[in-house]
């Protein structure tokens, strides 16, 4: 009884979570005129695409969702690449200071992003990069978050596979791409799927580094075009679904890998 009541329990919040979006993709196949309307209509006799097809042809959607998946691959690639070497240096490598580092690192995820961002845009224009992709990718390289969840997860690797393998003439390069880096595989999906979504949902510094229309990220531009079209709420909707469909994609591609990844971050403190 006390199973079936946490099933039901659990199957209303996930219904209670999922609305707003199936409501969502549901307007976004409405024309206007159905949509505008005194009575609450769930579905249309005949569900319509020409909303996708306008968000399309009337902005520069194309442009936007380019800049983003470009933003948002190359920032989480470099993470990856960033955030594996700190941590396979913190779990695995006996230095001085070591401890005084994690700590340094950690104390980033207590630094509001906001505190720091007009020095970040004065730093960027005194450079030159304000209204250039780079300048959207570069800070979001420091994830402590990331450095976190992978060294917790590496510090759970057993010491004796390391061991066997500096035994067999490896190096540490050679232990950390051959070894500590496919056992860390649910730990690194972990982090590619929080940085992607971190960077596609960005949305204040992309809106203060950009200015030009065409370097819009698809955030800023939905933004824009509920600015252009906001009486048109399926045109909206439509724009929102397609704003909001890679990064569900990920999620539901990867699901298992990210709670087995959280699941083992705190296997060894």
């Known amino acids: 009884m006390k199973n079936m009541l946490k099933k039901t329990t659990l199957g209303l919040l996930g219904l209670l979570w999922i609305a707003p979006l199936l409501w969502l993709v549901i307007t976004s196949l409405k024309l206007e005129k159905d949509v505008v309307v005194d009575r609450l209509v769930l579905f249309t006799a005949a569900p319509t695409v020409v909303n996708y097809v306008k968000a399309f042809v009337h902005t ?69 990069l304000i209204n250039t992709l780079s300048a959207m990718i570069i800070p ?71 200015s030009e229309t065409m370097k819009y990220t698809v955030t800023v531009g939905i933004a824009n075009f509920q600015g252009t079209h906001g009486t048109e709420y399926s045109l909206v909707m439509a724009g929102a679904v397609i704003a909001s469909a890679p990064q569900i994609l990920m999620f539901l591609l990867f699901r298992n890998h990210i709670v087995k990844g959280i699941a083992l971050t705190g296997i060894k403190g």
Request: hydrophobic share 60%; net charge positive.
């Open 60 to 128: 520069k959607l194309a442009y936007w969702l380019f800049n983003s998946v470009f933003v948002s691959t190359v920032s989480t690639v470099l993470v990856l690449a960033l955030d594996s070497a700190i941590a396979f240096a913190l779990s695995r490598i006996q230095f001085r200071g070591r401890r005084a580092l994690f700590i340094f690192v950690l104390a980033g995820m207590m630094i509001p992003f906001e505190a720091i961002v007009i020095q970040l845009y004065l730093l960027f224009n005194a450079l030159g």
């Open 140 to 210: 979001r390289l420091a994830m402590p978050t990331g450095v976190f969840i992978l060294t917790q997860f590496f510090k759970g690797i057993p010491v004796a596979l390391e061991e066997a393998a500096y035994i067999d003439g490896a190096g540490r390069w050679t232990i950390f791409r051959k070894i500590i880096l496919p056992l860390g595989q649910s730990a690194l999906v972990t982090v590619m799927i929080l940085s992607f979504i971190n960077s596609w949902n960005d949305f204040l510094w992309p809106l203060i580094a950009a």
